[in-house]
């Protein structure tokens, strides 16, 4: 079989774990160093002042949502959101009270199309997009921060399915206000679940770190504690149950976070094996109906291969046949699927993808001989 994804943790990662889980002082499995130290190193690794590790990457998009709401920094309740993404882009600020308001996409490289954002941004004066970097490709980054700067839009990026993209030399997941990546099975990196939430932002961050678990202090600095329990009156004994944010419990353990620091050291080998993938994918296949193109300003840490044929239910039916899997492009049109009840919009590209799109596998492991025969098939099958 020709597996969508290869788990990227390995047999070292399993004897380093069993270790470490064999010492005469059993570590703490839930969050404590670990994580911090996890945390740090992928801050370092991308260059951003902080990270929050949380149990999942869907995790990430609420809590970074909840945060930014407690915040005071949105100057109304309107998100615009892709509509090729994924449920928890939506469902997310659906569960906040936020309007959620679907932006259709672009058949180049799957993010937003910039004009019907335009059109959106003209009708609702939205104040947050949450840009969903679809597959690993890269959106038009410099023209989407120029619209929110403009527009007085806070930028979320999402790029759970994108980590190690670069665009300008530059780590998708640092450009915007906040970012979030997954740390799920099958992902560019994998700590079995979890999710990283990444700023720039110190007070933004607090927030982050203090609803993260529950709303209380306990994950800010010295200063920040002294600094809110004397604004409020509050003595160290009741500080341990004082919560100054309606919070959730959305912590990893550091068990996770051990499994993650090595994990890190990974990403560069993994990404190259990524974009060497897609560049044979992109010379190779034939009758895609995406044009999807590679520049020298972007680096495409593909997170699978996107396909849009009208062909596309022969091709599914001999892949399967054959033993290759393969998925839907993500959820096709969000505007399509039975939980949304919102407003039916607009969404012509997104339509197009509901109906013909599909992905392919790519991952670390992917071999050569393998995208022959995937291309092979997807290339030679021209009956509907």
């Known amino acids: 079989m020709i597996k969508l994804v290869s788990d990227t943790i390995d047999k070292n990662d399993i004897d380093k774990l ?5 010492q005469d002082d059993i570590p703490r499995l839930t969050k404590g160093e670990k ?3 996890f945390e740090d190193k992928w801050s370092n690794k991308i260059n951003v002042n902080s990270t929050t590790y949380v149990n999942s990457g869907s995790s990430a998009i609420l809590l970074s949502l909840a945060a930014l709401k407690e915040s005071g920094k949105l ?3 309107k998100i615009v959101v892709p509509g090729l993404s994924w ?3 939506v469902s997310s600020p659906l569960q906040l009270g936020m309007d959620v308001i679907l ?3 672009n058949l180049d490289n799957l993010s937003i199309d910039i004009n019907h954002f335009k059109e959106i941004i003209k009708e609702e004066s939205p104040a947050a997009l949450l840009l969903v970097s679809v597959l690993g490709l890269i959106p038009e980054m410099n023209e989407i921060l120029e619209i929110c700067k403009e527009n007085d839009i806070v930028l979320i990026e999402d790029v759970c399915e994108s980590m190690g993209s670069k665009y300008e030399d530059k780590y998708l997941g640092t450009f915007g206000d906040v970012s979030v990546f997954s740390l ?3 992902h560019h990196l994998s700590t079995i679940e979890g999710g990283l939430i990444c700023t720039n932002d110190m007070e933004l961050a607090d927030i982050i770190v203090s609803m993260r678990s529950h709303g209380w202090d306990r994950d800010w600095s010295k200063n920040k504690q002294k600094e809110n329990r004397e604004k409020y009156g509050i003595n160290e004994f009741d500080a341990l149950y004082t919560f100054y944010y309606p919070g959730f419990n959305l912590r990893s353990t ?3 976070a051990f499994i993650g620091l090595s994990q890190i050291d990974k990403l560069g080998g993994y990404s190259n094996n990524r974009a060497n993938n897609f560049k044979l ?11 999807i193109a590679i520049n020298d300003k972007s680096f495409v840490s593909n997170f699978a291969y996107p396909i849009v044929s009208e062909y596309r239910d022969c091709i599914v039916k001999k892949l399967i046949d054959n033993d290759i899997e393969v998925r839907p492009l993500i959820a096709g049109s969000i505007a399509k699927n039975p939980f949304w009840k919102g407003e039916r919009n607009n969404l012509p590209n997104c339509d197009l993808i509901d109906t013909y799109g599909f992905y392919l596998p790519n991952h670390q492991d992917l071999s050569i001989k393998e995208i022959d025969i995937i291309c092979d098939i997807v290339n030679n099958t021209k009956t509907k």
Do not use: M, V
């Open 87 to 89: 449920i928890t882009d």
């Open 35 to 37: 994580t911090l130290e």
């Open 254 to 256: 550091d068990l996770q």
């Open 281 to 291: 994918y992109n010379e190779k296949i034939t009758g895609n109906k995406l044009n």
């Open 103 to 105: 932006c259709d996409c």
């Open 75 to 77: 100057k109304n309740n």
């Open 184 to 186: 799920y099975y099958g």
């Open 18 to 22: 069993i270790d470490w889980l064999s």
